[in-house]
C-alpha cells in the first residue's frame, strides 16, 4: 500500500490545476510540480511532510529533477522515515525546520493532566471509527469552521475534491467524536505507514473543545494503533512557537521528539536568479516568499 504523502492520487488533489506530481524514485518520494513563471516549474514535496526513504539517494533524485527543467524543489522530511542530517548536503539548504512530537504506541506515554483530561471527556463523548467518505459533509463542516476561525490558506485550505481523494486512499483511519444520543463534536485522520501512523488532519466544534473531544479521539488512537511502531503528532501550528496551546496538548501524550528538516536546492541558477533578482530572506525558494505573493497579489 503506498504511503499517503507518496501517493501522486493526494498530490494532483491538492493541486487540480497544476502538473502531473513527479515521481523521484532514487528517495521513494513523489513530488508536486508547480508553476512558478510563464513557461517555469518548480516542485514541492507532499503535504505535511515527504517520506524520502533512509537509504535515499539524494544526488540522483537532484540529478532527475535538474533534467526536467524545473527551478528548484523544496520539501520538509519525515521524522519517521527520512535520512540522516548528514545526508542532507546535497541541498543548498538543509537547516532544522519544526519540532515533531511523537509517541512510542508500544508504551505510551501520557501525563497526569492529560490522564484527567481524557476521564473527563470519556463522560461527555463516544468515540468511534467510521469511514471519511460516508461522513464527508460532516468533516467539511468542521474542517470549514476551522479554516475561517484561524484564517488558513494555501494548500491547507483544501477543496472538496482534495477531501474526497483523501477519504478514497486506503491507508487513512478516522475516528469520531459525538456527544452521546447527541452530535458530531470532531473528527481526525490518521495516515498509516509501514509500522508508523501519522496524525494527518482534524478538526474539533466548540462544544467538542469544551468537552475534551481532542483528548477522547486520543485516547482512542492509543488503542487502535497500539503495537504499531510510532506515531507522529506533528508539530506547531504553522510556524508557531512551541509554547501553544496546541504544542502543550501534542507534548502531553508524546514519548519524545523528532526535528524536521527544511530542504532545498536551487535547480537551474539561471532561472531562480531571474525569479529572485532584488529579493532577500531565508525563505526558500526565495521567490515563493508570503509577502512578495501577498505584494504581487495586491
Request: with cysteine; aromatic share 8%.
Given at each position: 500500500?503506498?504511503?499517503l504523502?507518496?501517493?501522486?492520487?493526494?498530490?494532483?488533489?491538492?493541486?487540480?490545476?497544476?502538473?502531473a506530481?513527479?515521481?523521484?524514485?532514487?528517495?521513494?518520494?513523489?513530488?508536486?510540480?508547480?508553476?512558478?513563471g510563464?513557461?517555469l516549474h518548480?516542485?514541492a514535496?507532499a503535504?505535511?511532510?515527504?517520506p524520502?526513504r533512509?537509504?535515499?539517494?539524494?544526488p540522483?533524485?537532484?540529478?532527475?529533477?535538474?533534467?526536467w527543467?524545473?527551478?528548484?524543489?523544496?520539501l520538509?522530511t519525515?521524522v519517521?522515515?527520512?535520512p540522516?542530517?548528514?545526508a542532507?548536503?546535497?541541498?543548498d539548504?538543509?537547516r532544522?525546520?519544526?519540532?515533531h512530537?511523537?509517541?512510542?504506541l508500544?508504551?505510551p506515554?501520557?501525563?497526569?493532566?492529560h490522564?484527567?483530561?481524557?476521564?473527563?471527556a470519556?463522560?461527555?463523548c463516544?468515540v468511534d471509527?467510521?469511514?471519511?467518505?460516508?461522513?464527508?459533509?460532516?468533516?467539511?463542516?468542521l474542517?470549514?469552521?476551522?479554516v475561517?476561525?484561524?484564517?488558513?490558506?494555501?494548500?491547507?485550505?483544501?477543496?472538496r475534491?482534495?477531501f474526497e481523494?483523501?477519504?478514497?486512499?486506503?491507508?487513512?483511519?478516522?475516528?469520531?467524536?459525538?456527544?452521546?444520543?447527541?452530535?458530531?463534536l470532531?473528527?481526525?485522520?490518521?495516515a498509516l505507514?509501514?509500522?508508523?501512523?501519522?496524525?494527518h488532519l482534524?478538526?474539533t466544534?466548540?462544544?467538542?473543545?469544551?468537552?475534551?473531544?481532542?483528548y477522547?479521539?486520543h485516547?482512542?488512537?492509543?488503542e487502535?494503533?497500539r503495537?504499531?511502531?510510532?506515531?507522529?503528532l506533528?508539530?506547531?501550528a504553522?510556524?508557531e512557537e512551541?509554547?501553544?496551546g496546541?504544542?502543550?496538548?501534542?507534548?502531553?501524550f508524546?514519548?519524545?521528539?523528532?526535528?524536521?528538516w527544511?530542504?532545498?536546492?536551487?535547480?537551474?541558477?539561471?532561472?531562480y536568479?531571474?525569479?529572485a533578482?532584488g529579493?532577500?530572506g531565508?525563505?526558500f525558494?526565495?521567490?515563493r516568499a508570503?509577502?512578495?505573493?501577498r505584494?504581487a497579489?495586491?
Open positions: 500500500m503506498t504511503h504523502y507518496a501517493d501522486g492520487a493526494w498530490l494532483r488533489a491538492l493541486d487540480p490545476d497544476g502538473e506530481p513527479l515521481s523521484v524514485d532514487p528517495w521513494g518520494a513523489t513530488v508536486r510540480v508547480r508553476r512558478c510563464p513557461g518548480d516542485a514535496g503535504y505535511p511532510v515527504c524520502i533512509s537509504d535515499a539517494d539524494v540522483a533524485g537532484l540529478a532527475i529533477l535538474r533534467a527543467g524545473l527551478v528548484s524543489v523544496v520538509v519525515d519517521l522515515c527520512g540522516p542530517a548528514q542532507l548536503a546535497p541541498f539548504v538543509a532544522p525546520f519544526k519540532k512530537w511523537l509517541v512510542d508500544a508504551r506515554s501520557i501525563s497526569k493532566h490522564r484527567y483530561e481524557i476521564r473527563r470519556a463522560r461527555a463516544v471509527e467510521v469511514r471519511l467518505v460516508d461522513h464527508l459533509d460532516a468533516w467539511n463542516t474542517y470549514g469552521a476551522l475561517a476561525r484561524h484564517r488558513i490558506t494555501g494548500v491547507q485550505a483544501f477543496s475534491a482534495a481523494a483523501l477519504a478514497r486512499h486506503p491507508s487513512i483511519v478516522t475516528l469520531r467524536a459525538r456527544e452521546v444520543d447527541g452530535p458530531v470532531g473528527m481526525h485522520v490518521f505507514g509501514d509500522g508508523t501512523v501519522h496524525s482534524a478538526a466544534s466548540g462544544r467538542g473543545y469544551d468537552l475534551g473531544a481532542g477522547a479521539i485516547a482512542a488512537a492509543l487502535r494503533f503495537g504499531r511502531g510510532l506515531m507522529d506533528g508539530g506547531a504553522g510556524l512551541e509554547d501553544t496546541l504544542a502543550r496538548f501534542k507534548a502531553g508524546a514519548s519524545e521528539t523528532r526535528e524536521a527544511l530542504c532545498g536546492a536551487v535547480l537551474d541558477p539561471r532561472r536568479g531571474r525569479l533578482a529579493r532577500e531565508g525563505y525558494p526565495i521567490y508570503p509577502d512578495l505573493a505584494t497579489a495586491a
